[in-house]
């Protein structure tokens, strides 16, 4: 008697694109990148709460070791964890300005081709 050997399919493997490249995420990375969007739109629903939320998607990413996206960064005071912030567009930056603590922070813009 032959035994048949079920042919598995590969699944491709994780990954979230990045700046510099594909990156390959682990199991526990990717539920902590889901948490962290999920804590994201938390804050933005809920003020009262909102430091709270982005505290905690800073901290699981540290725990994980997976940084938080760039796209996400960009939306709150790294300082004092604010969601109140102003962007402005100055070549080649894009500068966020916090309105409760004046802690500024420019991101770099890559130009498209």
């Known amino acids: ?21 594909e990156k390959k995420l682990k199991g526990n990375q990717k539920i902590a990148l889901e948490r962290i969007y999920r804590l994201f739109e938390l804050a933005q629903g809920n003020e009262e709460y909102s430091k709270r939320y982005l505290q ?11 940084s938080v996206p760039k796209e996400l960064k ?8 604010s969601l109140k912030i102003t962007q402005k567009k100055e ?3 894009l500068v966020v300005k916090c309105n409760e603590c004046g802690f500024t922070k420019k991101f770099g813009v890559l130009e498209k081709k």
């Open 56 to 66: 905690l998607a800073k901290r699981i990413g540290e725990k994980c070791r997976v």
């Open 1 to 21: 008697m032959m035994i048949k050997e079920k042919k598995q399919k590969k699944e491709p493997e994780n990954k979230t694109a990045g700046t510099r490249g």
């Open 74 to 81: 960009e939306k709150y005071c790294k300082k004092c964890f």
């Open 91 to 93: 070549e080649p930056f």
